[in-house]
């Protein structure tokens, strides 16, 4: 096939996104067709671009420049294995997301379908050129765009005043993420003025000057990525969307900062130094602890998934980290086996996080509720999404045999590798970070069972959910895809572990598809058979053998008999709902443990109170911390500056004057 | 696959499945015995399992599907367990399919699957029975791969078989980091079997019970099942703690013969170990359920402690 031919069709699959975005816009009121056709369409679109993605992976680079944007400053576009990968990251996401729009998307519910449409298809454009852009200026477009995309998609609804806070929370963080990323470009060209990727490349930095674009690169994209302390607006802006947007932005949007941080730091800069990994590992593993102890005391289903995002993300610097600490010291392999882990990460990661919110979305609908204290017994009214869910949320607790574990299993087999580190004090670190690691593992499987247990099963909360209706057929398919993607990447991981290896080699030189082949499609062994193996496909059998077995012998020695009953409980008669735990309950102990971690508010009742009241509000310690003393200092600068705004021309033409006065006087010295 | 490795897994399958409930079983006299209470037969826990699956199951009116599969996922997932942990033979045709690693991950399944079916019915002791599993189980998880990370970084690898045969032929060396893991690993597997000092198997008191109130509403064969698979449960961490600290007496590769020794030696080393349990479980008092949490970090800090003093002593 000819090798030009993927960037062209990734060019194509850009453009008609965008036309159909046009149609949308010219069809507002049509919402049946809005929803009906037009979001199929772009889902075979996304199928395609993946399929394009998935074929460049393992060609050479391909570049091309489009002539847009301003007069000699084109954008230039190239893909490579790393950006191709991400792309195909895209495709598949968003092929399941939009197939579920086609079902999901109705009248009423703030802005009107088909602008919808049109931002949701801006923002898909706008996240594919971002992981395509080879030059900064086309990157800091697309960047921009991507994030005032998805802005708008956020205050879709944006007759709630919380909506509108939670989007310009998020536009503001955004924005400064935005300004250091551009400091960061700025500091990569070294002065000579151009901004290509391939410019940026051949610049060789001073330490000093490459740590501080690496700084600036860390705050850049860790605000986007919700890196702690720049994590607050994920927890806002994640449930303000509609839920395909929210599946969007974590999912895929995320990966995006991901992307860029690899690109920045692996591709476009060549001193790695080794405070480099340790400051993005820290970070990493601060995210992931942070992020899963809240997960487990949240009460709304999608502030829960979305402290769940800011843990796998953590995750993900984890491994990132770690791949820079073992680049520094020019330990390829190892670096190399860190990589894989953080991209197979990116990839389960997208499926099972937009599943689950993609499923948040139908029990949204189904019953008008988003907390959790009011939801339950789902699996009985709404049976397909309740077992479609079932298995985002074992694949998100990181459970054999399905894809998350693939990549925790990477993870810790990174840590078991690593040895003779020249540096003593990071030797010691590692067992530690492992031991972190694990922990976050096992509470993301606590704050998963809460999730799915509290919201799925038990006995229905509120009479209405009885009558709450399962998903349509789009949103089935949409789910049922997505699903399918964290079963086949949990089961055949060696086959992506060769495509991901092209990734690795074009980073740190290195791949693990020649082990990996060697040792046979059945068994994924990173180095060696004596050293590590795993087997998902004969783990699943014999589970699953043995199941079967059982179930057989057991009718066929004793028998089948069955018979239904009221609940036993201990013999308790009169059991209600309320007498379930409730998502508070279920989240208690660990906010007993954790209790430093929480800023803590609670109104107790006393026994003697007529209707008793029990509330706990969480809140968290940065905004107090970190982001109250900076609203505050800002307000006091503004004050002063407000000082010097009168309100009068002659004040101003005045001003005017001085500063001539003062550039004539700077000038003409 | 050799024919010794085949003939080897399926000895090993078929001694864990049938000798499983025994060690229960002896576990329970050794108990009566040291309590001066007149001890049960060594063959009550089969009686038990043979009643349950003779009676007529019932189940609640509004259990689901996810209800009724459980047990018999944990029963796969613990059978699986048992087939992979060395405790007759290293030379295993499964082992290669699971690591200590992915060992952990299936355990953690298994605690997933009862902890959802526990709170399916949406009864009050399902679901604190539940809350009360995940609880033990976020902090026994992470301290166990710690135990299992410790026996790793010795014999440089994740692969139970490798792991035991690496163990089994070093010279005898005491390394300190294992003595904190095994202290780690004991504390993990009194929790994970529900044990005294955490749980009491022998009790349905309301506000201590943990495994009891999980399995609540179970009657019948799906009881006798998930009854089975905490057998096949308590047989492996046996058989794991066995392998990791007493690694003797293992069979291995191309040794069909070993195969004879090795079963009355693991008979002997699992009877002295059951002896422990029992001595453990009488001397030590029931503890608050939040004094559980405090116990399981105990354990999770002395395995890191463990893999620390790896790292200072490289032993």
């Known amino acids: 096939m000819d090798g030009m031919a993927d960037l062209d069709r990734i060019l194509t699959v850009i453009m008609v996104w965008v036309a159909i975005g046009a149609v949308a816009l010219a069809a507002q009121r049509r919402t049946r067709f809005v929803a009906r056709t037009l979001f199929p369409i772009s889902s075979l679109l996304s199928l395609g671009l993946a399929a394009s993605a998935l074929h460049a992976v393992f060609m050479q680079p391909q570049a091309t420049v489009l002539p847009l944007g301003l007069p000699g400053l084109p954008f230039h576009l190239r893909v490579d294995s790393l950006s191709a990968f991400f792309l195909a990251v895209i495709g598949v996401t968003s092929c399941g997301t939009s197939i579920f729009s086609a079902g999901y998307v109705r009248k009423g519910e703030g802005t009107a379908p088909g602008l919808q449409c049109l931002q949701y298809h801006l923002f898909l454009a706008s996240m594919t050129v971002v992981v395509l852009a080879d030059d900064a200026y086309a990157f800091m477009v697309a960047w921009e765009t991507m994030a005032l995309t998805s802005f708008f998609l ?93 599946a969007l932005m974590s999912g895929v949007m995320l990966k995006t900062a991901v992307y860029a941080l690899l690109r920045v730091t692996f591709d476009l800069m060549h001193v790695p130094l080794w405070w480099w990994g340790a400051v993005v590992l820290g970070l990493g593993l601060a995210t992931a602890l942070y992020g899963v102890v809240f997960t487990t005391v949240q009460t709304d289903m999608k502030r829960l998934l979305a402290f769940s995002s800011i843990e796998n993300l953590g995750l993900i610097f984890v491994s990132t980290g770690l791949a820079l600490l ?202 060696s058979l004596q050293r590590a193996s795993y087997s998902p496909i004969i783990f699943l059998l014999v589970v699953a053998t043995s199941i079967a077995f059982t179930a057989v012998a057991v009718r066929i020695v004793y028998h089948g008999r069955q018979r239904r009953a009221p609940p036993w409980d201990c013999g308790f008669p009169d059991q209600n709902a309320r007498m379930q735990d409730t998502a508070e309950g279920f989240g208690q102990p660990i906010r007993q443990i954790f209790e430093p971690f929480f800023r803590m508010r609670r109104d107790l009742p006393s026994p003697f109170d007529a209707r008793p009241l029990y509330r706990v509000v969480i809140e968290d310690h940065f905004w107090y911390w970190l982001y109250r003393p900076v609203e505050v200092l800002v307000d006091r600068v503004a004050r002063l500056a407000g000082r010097i705004q009168q309100g009068r021309i002659s004040i101003y033409l005045l001003y005017s004057f001085l500063t001539l006065v003062v550039m004539l006087l700077l000038v003409g010295r | 696959m050799t024919p010794s490795g085949f003939l080897s897994q399926m000895l090993q399958f078929a001694v864990a499945l049938s000798a499983a409930p025994l060690l229960t079983g002896w576990v329970n006299q050794c108990r009566a015995w040291l309590q001066n209470r007149t001890a049960p037969s060594l063959l009550q826990p089969y009686r038990v399992l043979h009643k349950l699956f003779n009676k007529e199951s019932v189940v609640a009116e509004n259990a689901s599907a996810l209800f009724l599969g459980a047990p018999y996922i944990v029963f796969g997932c613990m059978a699986l367990a048992c087939g992979i942990v060395p405790a007759l033979s290293t030379d295993l045709p499964l082992a290669p399919a699971a690591d200590a690693i992915a060992l952990v991950g299936l355990f953690a399944l298994a605690r997933v699957f009862i902890s959802l079916a526990a709170m399916d019915v949406g009864t009050a002791f399902g679901t604190l029975g539940a809350r009360r599993e995940m609880l033990i189980g976020f902090l026994a998880e992470p301290a166990l791969l710690m135990t299992l990370f410790s026996a790793s970084l010795i014999t440089h690898s994740t692969s139970l078989a490798s792991i035991v045969h690496n163990m089994a032929h070093s010279h005898f060396v005491i390394y300190p980091s294992l003595a904190f893991a095994g202290i780690a690993f004991t504390i993990v597997s009194l929790a994970e079997n529900a044990r005294v000092p955490v749980d009491n198997p022998a009790t349905h008191l309301e506000l201590t019970m943990v495994h009891e109130a999980l399995i609540l509403e179970y009657s019948g064969r799906y009881l006798a099942l998930l009854e089975w698979a905490a057998s096949l449960k308590l047989f492996a961490y046996s058989c794991i703690g066995l392998a990791l600290f007493f690694p003797w007496g293992v069979a291995e590769v191309n040794d069909p013969l070993a195969l004879v020794f090795s079963l009355p030696v693991l008979a002997l080393k699992l009877a002295i170990g059951g002896l422990c349990l029992a001595l453990i479980e009488t001397f030590s008092a029931k503890m608050r359920i939040f004094r559980v949490p405090e116990f399981q970090a105990t354990a999770f800090l002395l395995a890191v402690i463990g893999l620390l003093v790896h790292g200072l002593l490289g032993a």
């Open chain 1, 154 to 246: 956020v205050i879709a609804n944006h007759r709630v005043a919380a909506i509108r806070r939670a989007g310009y929370l998020y536009l503001l963080l955004a924005h400064i993420g935005a300004i250091a990323i551009l400091l960061c470009f700025g500091v990569l060209q070294a002065n000579t003025g151009d901004f290509t990727f391939a410019n940026l490349r051949l610049q060789a930095l001073s330490p000093f000057w490459a740590s501080i674009a690496f700084v600036l690169a860390v705050v850049g994209f860790g605000a986007k990525a919700g890196i702690v302390p720049l994590h607050v607006w994920l927890p806002e802006a994640h449930p303000a969307a509609p839920s395909p947007v929210s």
């Open chain 1, 326 to 527: 073992f680049r520094s010291y020019g330990m390829n392999a190892l670096a190399a086996l860190a990589l894989t882990a953080t991209l197979l990460h990116v990839a389960a990661h997208a499926m099972f996080k937009s599943l689950l919110f993609l499923a948040t979305g139908t029990v949204l609908h189904a019953t008008g509720e988003r907390n959790l204290g009011k939801l339950g017994g789902l699996i009985r009214y709404t049976p397909w999404v309740a077992w479609l869910t079932l298995v985002g949320a074992l694949t998100a607790s990181g459970l054999p045999p399905l894809a998350g574990f693939v990549s925790e299993w990477l993870l810790l087999q990174t840590f078991l590798f690593t040895t003779n580190l020249p540096t003593s004090f990071l030797n010691m670190l590692v067992p530690l970070v492992a031991a972190a690691v694990a922990l976050v593992a096992a509470l993301s499987g606590y704050a998963m069972v809460k999730f799915f247990g509290v919201i799925f099963l038990g006995q229905p909360r509120e009479e209405k959910l009885r009558h709450a209706r399962d998903a349509s057929w789009f949103e089935r398919i949409g789910l049922a895809w997505l699903a399918t993607g964290c079963v086949a990447l949990g089961l055949f991981p060696g086959q992506v572990i060769v495509g991901v290896s092209r990734v690795t080699k074009l980073l740190v030189d290195f791949g693990l598809a020649e082990t990996v082949r060697a040792n046979g499609w059945l068994l994924l062994a990173p180095t």
